[in-house]
């Protein structure tokens, strides 16, 4: 039989096409793996996710940068490809804290921002409008001249937080913030400081906030650091590759899961609620926010971690609110295991902790891309030094082109 070209509503159903299809095409394709899953997309000596063993930055175990270290030797580490020393790292923190003051027409476009965007979309416009301000390099020489990578990065890492937070009290309050603070402060205290508007953030609230950018700083091939590699494979430069990745760490799959786990948790308003609520969740075959994980089927390294600061901070806090909230989460976690042997991940006590640090559930996922902006550099650079473009196939499952004919437009019935 022919079959003639048809607009998208009258084609066959698709379950219809894939079996038709799946005989003709799929002995071809043994490989296919939806999703990726499993798939080994490329070499890296970042980080030890896909080996299935602990977590490790360029070797070193990341519980002891959570006990030790702070967000800035973690980022030195992945983007420059060594723990800094003593001076190195002094140098570090006041190279970043110099970056700060934001350039005129950068605050000049937050401020054009509607007020209702998506905290997310700023971030990847400031990506993109760095990009156009302070390029790599100009188009022509991209491919060949890499001297700005390393800078780059650390400007991107260094904006994100004053530039979302002068778009954030410019909108709110109406007024436009200072963006530096002092020359030795980290990111995790400048960003509470500009959040709050005091010089003097509560020093576990700082520490939470590094220790959490530090979980977050890296993590093998997930959905948003393939994406940047995918665009850095197209010999493009690193504000592209970021602002790629941004739009890929929005969605709450991957990175705005800690928001929606918050949503979640929120939502109750005691632990016997939550298991009540959860449990019609499971019988709905709902997606419980903050569990599972592509790679981690025993549990997240970075769970315990960020579980331990959650109920030290809410013991600390010590109102009726910070207590249950903990307890509700506990809960949650208890009845997911017990009924679908699933665990959390790092974004459900990361919410936690947000929450109790004051931080606007909003800005949860744009902390993540603070944070893994120097995971995403460190892939771009290393995958700009053995480039090979990336460039799957798909397992055709369409029309049978054979047998398709095409009409021109006034002979289309
Ligand atoms: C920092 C990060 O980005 S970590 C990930 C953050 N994302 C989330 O927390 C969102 C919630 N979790 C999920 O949606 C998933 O667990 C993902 C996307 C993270 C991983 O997905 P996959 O690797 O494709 O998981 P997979 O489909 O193999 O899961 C196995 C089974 O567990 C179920 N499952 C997995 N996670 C969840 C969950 N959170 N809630 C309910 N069921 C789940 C799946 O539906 C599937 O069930 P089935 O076999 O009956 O179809
Ligand atoms: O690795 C992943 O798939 C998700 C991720 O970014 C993380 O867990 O930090």
Not at 167 to 191: E, K, M, S, V, Y
Request: aromatic fraction near 8%; charge should be neutral; glycine fraction near 4%.
């Amino acid at each position: 039989m022919i079959r003639s070209f048809r607009p998208l509503k009258n084609l066959l159903h698709v379950s219809q096409v894939r079996s038709f299809h799946k005989t003709l095409y799929l002995s071809n394709n043994q490989n296919y793996s939806p999703g990726l899953v499993g798939v080994i997309a490329s070499e890296s000596s970042i980080c030890t996710v896909g080996t299935g063993e602990g977590l490790n930055y360029r070797g070193y175990n990341v519980m002891d940068f959570a006990e030790h270290s702070s967000f800035e030797e973690i980022a030195f580490l992945l983007i420059h490809g060594h723990l800094p020393n003593k001076k190195e790292l002094d140098l570090y923190v006041s190279k970043m804290a110099s970056h700060r003051e934001l350039q005129k027409p950068l605050k000049t476009i937050l401020e054009q921002l509607p007020n209702t965007s998506n905290p997310m979309d700023i971030l990847r416009t400031v990506a993109s409008t760095m990009g156009c301000f302070e390029p790599e390099c100009d188009n022509a020489s991209l491919h060949k001249s890499k001297n700005n990578q390393w800078e780059s990065a650390d400007k991107l890492i260094a904006s994100f937080g004053p530039a979302l937070l002068y778009w954030h009290h410019f909108h709110q309050n109406g007024i436009r913030i200072t963006t530096t603070t002092l020359p030795q402060d980290t990111i995790a205290q400048n960003f509470l400081k500009l959040l709050k508007q005091t010089q003097e953030p509560d020093e576990d609230m700082v520490h939470a906030v590094d220790k959490t950018l530090i979980l977050y700083a890296e993590h093998d091939l997930a959905a948003s650091t393939f994406a940047a590699r995918v665009t850095t494979s197209t010999s493009s430069d690193l504000f592209s590759a970021v602002t790629t990745a941004i739009g890929t760490l929005r969605g709450p799959l991957h990175g705005g899961a800690n928001e929606a786990a918050y949503k979640l948790i929120s939502q109750f308003s005691d632990p016997d609620q939550a298991e009540e609520g959860v449990m019609k969740m499971i019988k709905d075959k709902e997606i419980i926010m903050g569990f599972g994980h592509r790679v981690y089927k025993k549990g997240d390294p970075r769970s315990a971690i960020v579980k331990k600061m959650a109920k030290a901070l809410s013991e600390k806090i010590n109102t009726q609110e910070s207590k249950d909230l903990f307890k509700i989460a506990e809960r949650i976690e208890k009845v997911m295991y017990r009924e679908k042997k699933l665990l959390t991940n790092l974004d459900f006590y990361a919410s936690v902790v947000y929450h109790l640090c004051n931080i606007p559930t909003s800005f949860f996922t744009p902390i993540f891309v603070i944070a893994r902006t120097s995971g995403w550099a460190a892939h771009v650079i290393e995958q700009r030094e053995d480039n090979v473009l990336m460039r799957p196939l798909s397992n055709y499952v369409g029309p049978d082109p054979s047998s398709t004919e095409f009409r021109p437009l006034l002979q289309r019935q």
